[in-house]
């Protein structure tokens, strides 16, 4: 379907003296699987509601196709929202609760069907087309949600954490089938979420967010290997966030510092000398002795953490800050508390981000 690009500018909410959203300015493209991600109170909500037209923003704009709909109410919108608790009606069967929406539509009763059995078709629950809600698993009765959603052709659909119900191994099946369904239908999907591994899994786009603000946009893959702040790196994602001084620029496009009596070098954006924090993702870390002396940084084992295929190796430097190594399983049996040994780090592997922010 045509259409469906969002643009939001300056966008803010207050309940009261609380500033829920604070000057939000994101563009998503028409077709685009665009998640909005953070903790509990980060606004993501909020902006989500706006968007629907279920709150009015404070200030700011929200544009669907070049067009302000800020003042429009919900249902002169062309968006529809799926909600974590899908809100069926448990005395509808499937499709009369599909076909609810299609009552203040001008269409024959043939009209309506023909509808309600393509939107079921889509998320594949034809069969259970005169069930009633609570005859339904919970992950087919978040599919009837999407159905009774989809069936009235919105340019854009909104989804507040419809996966937070379920348990964890269905989300993950149920990622791949949403993601698979958006691709399928070309519309554009806006996504709520705390969840990073559905962010990550289903995005095109992500923007993390913090204290009603977009801490930063952009691909899963940028955001993750590229974060801006350490709140970002911290969020998305395991991450070792040290404090380091930022001694200078060093030869061929790096950035010396210090971590404690440290002296490193990171690959990437030159940083003023000053305090700032390092990022590295434990997976990125080697364990195993380098060859190069002048890289190998001395450590001892403090304690490892199961996490089945994956062990975290919680390791401590001579300079009392611990770093966390992941590596698979089958590798980490030897490592035992007390353990001495080295680690080394690619200076792309280290990520310097400002101090603020974190």
Partial sequence: MAGGAIELIGLEKSYGEVAAVRGVNVSI???????????????????????????????????????????????????????????????????????????????????????????????????????????????????????????????????????????????????????????????????????????LTMSDRLAVMAAG?????????????????????????????????????ASEGRTLFRLGDLLLESAGPSMEPGPAKLVIRPERIHLDPTTDPSGAIPVTVVRTIYLGAMTDVVVSLSSEHSLVVRVASERASGFERDDQFTVYIRPRAMRIVPQSGS
């Fill in 29 to 199: 493209a028409a077709g685009e699987f665009f998640s909005l991600l953070g903790p509990s109170g980060c606004g993501k909500t909020s902006t989500l509601r706006m968007i629907a037209g279920f709150e009015e923003p404070t200030a700011g704009k929200i544009l669907i196709d070049g067009v302000d709909v800020s003042k429009l109410a919900a249902n002169e919108r062309p968006v529809n929202t799926v909600f974590q608790n899908y809100a069926l009606f448990p005395f509808m069967t499937v499709a009369d609760n599909v076909a609810f929406g299609l009552k203040y539509v001008d269409l024959s009763k043939q009209e309506v069907l023909s509808k309600v059995g393509e939107a079921l078709d889509l998320v594949r629950m034809s069969e259970y087309a005169k069930r009633k809600p609570g005859q339904l698993s919970g992950g087919q009765q978040q599919r009837v949600a999407l159905a009774r959603a989809l069936v009235l052709g919105p340019k854009v659909l909104l989804l507040d954490e419809p996966l937070g119900a379920l348990d964890a191994k269905l989300r993950k099946v149920l990622q791949v089938e949403l993601k698979a369904l958006q691709e399928s239908i070309g519309i554009t999907f806006v996504y709520v979420t705390h969840d990073q591994e559905e962010a």
């Fill in 213 to 249: 603000r977009v801490e930063q946009m952009g691909s899963p893959s940028e955001v993750y290997e590229h974060p801006a702040t350490a709140y970002v790196a911290d969020f998305l994602g395991s991450a070792n966030v040290l404090p380091i001084e930022v001694v200078g620029p």
